[in-house]
Each structure stands twice: as C-alpha cells, then as structure tokens.
C-alpha cells in the first residue's frame, strides 16, 4: 500500500465461540485468510460447518469477531454479508427443486455486478448451458453441485465459502472442483474458504490447512506435509480409535506431549475390544449410533494380534525417525488373501537395504497388521470409505483401485512399487502405478501376464511378471518367482538411486525434451519441425495410434517433456466415430494439468481408422474410403463429423491455462487432403475450422492461427516451430506466461 499499512485480511476470525444450548460448538476459533485458497478439514462433529453458518450470520456467536476486509460481520443480516461480497456453497447444495437452472443464475446474479455474469458461467460449466432449462431437483448429484458453485460465483464475491463441495461427487466432477478451486486462488478476483474431509482435494487446493478439532484450530500445516504424513492422517480421519487420537491432539496442543525418550508402553496381552463410532456407514440424514449398538459391533482382538501388531510398531517407528522423507518401496496388495507372498516379497526388500511401507487394498474391511491399511487407503475415494467397501464385488474393487491411485499421487518419497496376485489383485494396484511417472520401477506379479497385459500396463512402464504358479501360498516354485521379483525391483530402484547424482551433474548438458505426434499422412511435416528443432531439442516421436498419444501425455505428467507439438490429433476422430485407435476421453488431459507449453494442429482429422474393407461397420459401407494397407482401411470424415470433433477439441483447448498456439491448416490437414489425393474436401475441412472458431475462446495466451498451406508444406512446419520456439523461451528452461 502507498502509506506503508498492512491490508487488512479478506478474512480474520478471532477468540469465535458458539454454542448450541449448552453444547460448546466453537471454542475460541482464530483463523486467518489473507488471500487465495485456505482449506479446513476435520471429522464430523468438529465444528466446521458451524464455521461457514456463523460467518455467514445463519447462526450466531456468544463472543469473538469476524471481519472480511476489515469490516465486521457478526453485527450484520445474512442478506447483507453476501451483499458485502460473501459467496456460500452450503453443504447439501440447498437448491430450489421449481426453478431453473437459467433462473437460478438470474436470480442471484442481481445481488452484485462484477466479471462472473450468467454468460461466463454458462462458459466455465458447459453442462450447465446445456441444462439451463431444467429444473433444480431434475439435475444429477453433479450438475446441481456446478450449479450450487455457479450460484455463489455469480453473485461476485469478494469471499467464497464452501462446505464440502466435493460431496457425493463422481471422481471426475471432483476433478473439475478441484481445479476450478486452483484456478480461482491463482487468478486472485476471490479469495475461498473450503471446508472438506477430503484430504486428497484439500491439500490439492491449497497451500496450506487449518486442521480442526472439537470445535477449534488445532493446528495449520503445509499441505505437502500433510499429504505424506500418514500418521497425522490417521489421528485426525481415522476410525476405531477416536477418543484416543482427539486426547493426543488436545495434548499436544496443549503442550501435554511425552517426552520423545520417554520409555514406551509393554504391551497388553490379555483380548482388547475395538469400537467403530459408525458401524454402517454414516449419510447426511444419520442420527447419532446408540451406545448399546456400538458396543455390540465392537471387534476383539486376540492378544496374539495385539502383540504382534505392538512389537513391530516401535521398530516401523524408529526407522521412520532415523528415514522420514527416505526413499521408500512400497509393497502393495490384497492382505486378506495375500499376506503370505506379499510379506515375503516385503522382507526380500528390507533385507536389501531398502525401507519399506506394506500397503493393503483388501476390499472386505477386516484389520491387517501393516504401514498403511485399506482404510486408510478407502479415506481417499472422493465418497470416503463408504463407496470402497460397497457388498458388490466389482464395485469395491474399482473404488478402492480409484482411491489407492488418489493417495500415491500424493506421496512424495516413493521409489519402487511392487505387486503380486490374481487379475483382481493386478486390477487394483496398476492405476495406481500407472499414475505415477515414468522411470520410477513398477512391478506386478501376476497369473495374467502371461496373456494381454495392455489394460494392465496402458501407456506405463510397468513390468509384467508370470508367476507360474496361481498365487496362493508359497511354496518351492512360488519363492523363486516371487524372490525374482522382489530382487528385480530391488535393482532397478538401487540402480535409479544410484544415477540420481550423475544425472545431477549431467543435466546441465542435456537437451530438454519435446513431444510430436505423427502419423504416415503428416510424416512430412513432423521430419522437418524435428530437423528444425534437433539441435536444442530432444525430439521424441509418437505414432498417433491411440496408445502413442497416451503415452505422450504420460511424458507430460510425469514432467519429463519441456512442451509438446501435437500436430496429429486425429485419435480423436477414431474416439468420436469408433475408429480402431482411439484416444481416450482424457485427451489433452495432461497438458490441461501441467500447464505444459502446447502447439497443436489438426494433423489427420480428415480420417477414421478401421482395419480390413470387410471389418468397417455397415453404417459406414457407402462412405468414401481409401485402402492404406491391406490391414488398414481409411474413412474420409464429414463436415458434420468435423464439426463434432472440431467442438470436442476446442472445449479442452479452453481448459488449457497454458500458452497454446493451435494451427489451421487450410489447404489440407494432411498428405491425402491435398489437391489431387483422394480426401481432399475444402468444405469438410472449413466445418472444421468454423468449429473450432466458434468453440475456442482465444485471448493473448490462447490462440488459432490459420495459414492457406497444406500441413505438410515447409511454410506451415516453419510457422510451427517459429510459435514453439517463442513460447518455450531459451533451451532448457520454461518461459512463463502471464495469464
């Protein structure tokens, strides 16, 4: 500021208590937001929503004070908090079932002018425009939370609160939250306040977390410390030991902590009873459990588990001491049916010097003695627990393969990963592994792999083992098997630890690496950008077939590519009109994700793949087709076709928060689309174009660029590489653009 002041924080709360008759809701609650994201998080029954109604004035506080700006807020209506520019997204939505989507943005959209007007809503939520005359209460779990988001947002707030927004959403809807949440704390026109149990999102959003407990701010942490600290995870969402980790909370916070030399407790060998706060999984509408019925659900455990579980605690403890933040191995799978091999393979590892952290994604809910147990894995499903440990089979294990693959995306110290089971086993662990990024080893065991390992593996390195024998216990064939294994993965991460130093030193003198798409029809053009380019760039091909671009876009998110060239996207056609090298509908994904530099162009839209003339659908019998081998069969695309795909990519070009330069070629998208060749079709082509005219929302950093060449004249190679070279700065590093 001019005068030198300190500007007030968008949001201060100060010594906040509320009660609810006698019951102590809020206890002194200090919090502060000075600008962007600030997540809080909290089990049931902490407080936090108490948090969003009194800030909103809904409900009313004894004593303490809230002040947005500066200006304070406990004295005022609700009516004239929002006026003052505070936005809330209650929990449950809140929607009116009557009106319409268009009514509800219309209506609220009146309390506060500002750049969020019903017409940008409508841009940032396709969905919603799409919906805009349905009712509140026709409209799925997702589309009433974008709605319930909209309906804040448009009313211009200088503050957006959120009580879990992310609720009972799909995962990919909880995708979009999360990085619209991202996106609105980088942009800095709001600062938000979210209030979530999901770890996974919360620590996603924001720099840092407000940890609540009992109805006060324990604590505010980073949240990179609080993603990898599974520990603190567990004392503050664990289940079946609630009163003991909320006292070892208020002890610290309290400044009660033991001393760290203090001897440890011998364990107790005689039966010890386990009690679950929620022995069926809780909903918005539950009631509190009786305490009759949660000491009739409660699990004993026999002393022999007990010791066994003890003796090895403070040895796991004092590794973790003398090695937080070490390299670590993880050993992963189904403990309730394969805790034998699974053990086994985890001693190999130790043995080698390794730490190790045995993981269990067992789908049937019972205790394992382990690192880091399925529920704690279930925590990171977008609905909790209760979506992974579901009765059907299927669906368990598809839940608990999305939630393991949520929280190793999160941790930070991992260098190996191994598995070993059937195809369920092998189904649960491999997103996982393939969300991680290419190099670090990966390893499955498996029955399957002597078969089609393709939905296994993806566009991943990850290592297919046959383990001859079913695994299902050890014995003499399994132990050399599953010995080979472990040893296997042993090497590779001792060998990838061992470069780190070298690869260090040598960075330096290598060059940074560029993604290409191609195909045959743009091979042209792709040779003479790579020509262009080799001598400060490391150009990495990818053939166009489906897998090739997914594995591109594996590159991207695994960091290991300084920008992409994505002159080939015609997998989107095989997507779209079931071609037989589709992408996927994560297309684009990863440079949405990674900001990553991108030139794109529409290399080859102008086909659809399908194999032998006798294979194609018989609704595509009478189209115009070209015969490129005796295996592949070629479809020239539709103007109407075109303009679908045209639709389709220009939706993800607008998600792109990166610099991105997307060209147009008009004289041809690729070799047959060319004077003379058989799919040359002007009019096809212009439908395209229009549709990504109409589609893509260019600004400075976002841009179509149409040259009258055929994409593969030296013109429109040059013009490419001229708009990479301008956007991926000097060689070896990244430009950044404002946005």
Known sequence: MAD???????????????????????????????????????????????????????????SGSVRMGGEDLLSLQPARIARLGVGYVPQGRRLWRSLTVDEHLRMTGALRRGAWTVERIYDTFP????????????????????????????????????DEPTEGLAPVIVAQVEEMLVRLGEEGDLSVLVIEQNIGVATAVSKNVAIMVNGRINRIIESARLASDRDLQQRLLGVGRHSDAASAIDAEMNGDVAPATATPRAPSLAPQRVYISNPTPPTRWSQPVPIARIEASARTLSAGVLRLEEAARPRRDAVAAR????????????????GEELRFIRDIVAGSGLRTRLVDVSTGGKPSTCDVSAHEIALNHPRGGSAVFAQDRGTAVTAMAEAFANWLRRQTDIVGVISAGGSGGASLVAPAMRALPIGVPKLIISSVASGDVGPYVGPADITMMYSVTDVQGLNSISRQVLANGANALVGMVKARLGERAVNAREVSANLPAVGLTMFGVTTPAVQQIAAALRSDFECLVFHATGVGGRSMEK????????????????????????????????????????????????????????????????????????????????????????????????????????????????????????PGQPFFDLDADAALFRALDRTVRQTSNRQLIRLKRNINEPEFAAAIVAAFRSLIGRPGTRRRVAR
């Open 323 to 338: 090695s937080s933040g070490a390299p670590t191995v993880l050993v992963a799978g189904t403990l309730d049916t394969k």
């Open 4 to 62: 030198g002041r300190r500007a007030a924080p968008i949001l201060e709360v100060r010594g906040l208590d509320v009660y609810y008759g006698r019951s102590h809701a809020l206890q002194g609650v200090d919090l502060t937001l000075d600008a962007g994201v600030l997540s809080v998080i909290g089990r049931n029954g902490m407080g936090k929503t108490t948090l969003c109604k009194t800030i909103m004035g809904l409900v009313r506080a004894t």
């Open 127 to 162: 969905r919603l425009a799409e919906r805009k005359s349905s009712g509140g209460g026709q409209l799925s779990g997702g589309e009433q939370q974008m709605l319930a988001i909209a309906r804040a947002l448009v009313t211009n707030p200088r503050l957006l609160i959120m």
């Open 555 to 674: 590159l991207v998110d695994s960091a290991l590519l300084a920008g992409v060239i994505d002159l080939t996207t015609t997998e989107v056609c095989d997507l779209l009109m079931g071609g037989v090298f589709p992408a996927t509908e994560d297309r684009f994904g990863a440079i949405i994700r990674t900001r990553t530099p991108y030139v794109g162009s529409v290399g080859a839209l102008d086909m659809v793949n399908f194999g032998a003339p006798d294979t194609i659908p018989e609704r595509y019998r009478g189209r115009k087709l070209h015969v490129h081998n005796p295996q592949v069969t070629l479809m020239r695309t539709t103007a109407e076709e075109n303009d679908r795909v045209g639709h389709w990519i220009g939706e993800r070009l607008n998600a792109m928060d990166g610099p991105v330069r997307f060209f147009l070629p008009e004289m041809g998208v690729s070799a047959l689309d060319a």
